[in-house]
């Protein structure tokens, strides 16, 4: 016990607000100081000259009726100092009023506290503390209102919703109707305009450890489209880290115009010397949509390899040069040159997924050419299909930006995968 100068102690509002101030307690004080037969308040101290009231209040008013300036006081060690205010208050034998016991609880409830936690300050049975909140509609809906919060976190973490039943003391058919409602209301957020960032940042807000990884498992993307625009302008627009594998066939800065059918063909949209700049942006931009864990497959040709190598190594870990072996080779200089009869594919990493294939694929992949009927550079499917099979599982997503005629959309779409294709070119 210590004596305190009264004008060190501060008193919390919460804890002011469990009991109102009764002038005839007080003067009940004033009498037991005079016989001395007063008990010690109790504090909690914060700093030397500063302690905060947990039981006592009538006491420090009576002090000051006997304008005396110091005070017998206890000290308490805990942390909860709102839950032993309301035991003592319960000690005094003077029961909370009605109103008051409501602002309590639903203080308590508020903190997140169960039943059995309140029971104990109260020194009741979980049971009748359980009973006061269903038999009084505010503190019901309070109740419901937070234990949505641990029930999705529980879901979050994945725990069976007989198990999240059981410690919230909830039935199993209370627990999976709140899931299926947050899901609707996130899901309902998302389809009237909600970005994915939007929604992670409210639930964080009400304590709901929702995370865009887990996000992404309950929203399905808006993909298995083809978008036609500007990567550099399309790309910013999706939701970060949802490309499981990123295929792209980027113009290729060689100006490049077939002469392989009579009927000439326009050339590449950007395939000049700004294809490499066009291919460093779009890589530092879609860097942070992809996921933690994904494969990059970047066709090139070993005429311009030297440029596009280092930029691809500025964002992802380059594992491989695969060589696509064709079945035919191009015309160009009849005589004085060989034919050109492969082309290269940069195979890069992000993170640490590994290839999904029984048996080791080899870096030389033996497939048919196309005819180039849709798009001068035209791959085929077959061997986009190869990529795709040993890079992703079903319903993953696969995205080419530089689309072309497409290959690689069908491709993926062939083997039920999700795909997602922007083209300049309409
Ligand atoms: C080499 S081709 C891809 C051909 C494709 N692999 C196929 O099988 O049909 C490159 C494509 O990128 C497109 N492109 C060029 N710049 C682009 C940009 N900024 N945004 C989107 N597409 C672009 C071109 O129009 C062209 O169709």
């Known amino acids: 016990m210590k004596q305190i100068p009264i004008n060190y102690i501060q008193i919390d509002d919460k804890i002011d607000s469990i009991r109102k101030i009764d002038e005839v307690a007080i003067g009940r004080y004033v009498e037991k100081y005079e016989s001395g037969t007063s008990k010690a308040i109790l504090v909690k101290r914060i700093t030397k000259d500063k302690y905060i009231l947990i039981d006592g209040k009538h006491r420090i008013e009576a002090k000051k009726k006997l304008e005396q300036r110091k005070i017998d006081c206890e000290l308490f060690d805990g942390e909860d100092i709102y839950s032993k205010a309301v035991e003592c208050n319960q000690e005094h034998g003077i029961p909370l009023t009605k109103e008051e016991e409501e602002k309590v609880i639903l203080n308590f409830i508020d903190a997140g506290k169960s039943d059995e936690e309140i029971g104990k300050v109260f020194h009741l049975a979980r049971r009748t503390i359980n009973n006061k ?36 003391r909830l039935s199993e058919g209370a627990i999976s109707q709140r899931i299926n409602n947050w899901l609707d209301e996130i899901n309902d957020d998302y389809n009237t305009g909600s970005t994915k960032q939007e929604i992670i940042a409210q639930e964080n807000e009400k304590g709901i450890k929702l995370t865009l990884k887990k996000l992404n498992e309950f929203i399905e993307e808006d993909c298995n489209k083809l978008i036609i625009g500007d990567c550099l302008k399309e790309i910013p627009k999706l939701d970060n880290e949802i490309i499981d594998c990123l295929i792209i066939d980027p113009p290729y800065g060689m100006n490049y115009q077939s002469n392989h059918r009579k009927e000439k063909y326009n050339k590449i949209s950007n395939d000049n010397k700004k294809a490499f700049i066009l291919l460093d942006s779009s890589l530092k931009l879609v860097k942070e949509k992809m996921k933690r864990n994904s494969h990059i497959y970047i066709f090139t040709s070993w005429k311009v390899i030297d440029k596009v190598k280092p930029i691809i190594e500025k964002y992802f870990k380059l594992k491989n040069c695969l060589v696509w072996n064709k079945n035919n080779w191009s015309m160009g200089d009849l005589e004085g040159n060989y034919a050109e009869k492969y082309e290269l594919i940069l195979f890069a990493t992000l993170g640490k997924k590994k290839l999904y294939c029984d048996k080791r694929p080899l870096n030389v992949l033996d497939f048919a050419r196309t005819n180039n ?15 795709i099979k040993n890079s992703t599982k079903e319903n993953e997503l696969v995205v080419d930006y530089f689309a072309g005629s497409g290959s690689t959309l069908i491709a993926a779409k062939e083997l039920n995968r999700r795909w997602l294709g922007i083209e300049i070119k309409k």
Not at 139 to 166: C, M
Not at 376 to 387: H, M, S
């Open 133 to 168: 909140i269903n038999s009084n509609q505010t503190l019901k809906k309070a109740r419901v209102a937070k234990s949505k919060v641990p029930t999705i976190n529980y879901f979050l973490d994945g725990e069976k919703q007989v198990n999240i039943a059981k410690d919230l």
């Open 373 to 387: 009927e849709e798009h001068p550079t035209q791959k085929p499917v077959e061997l986009l299909k190869e990529f």
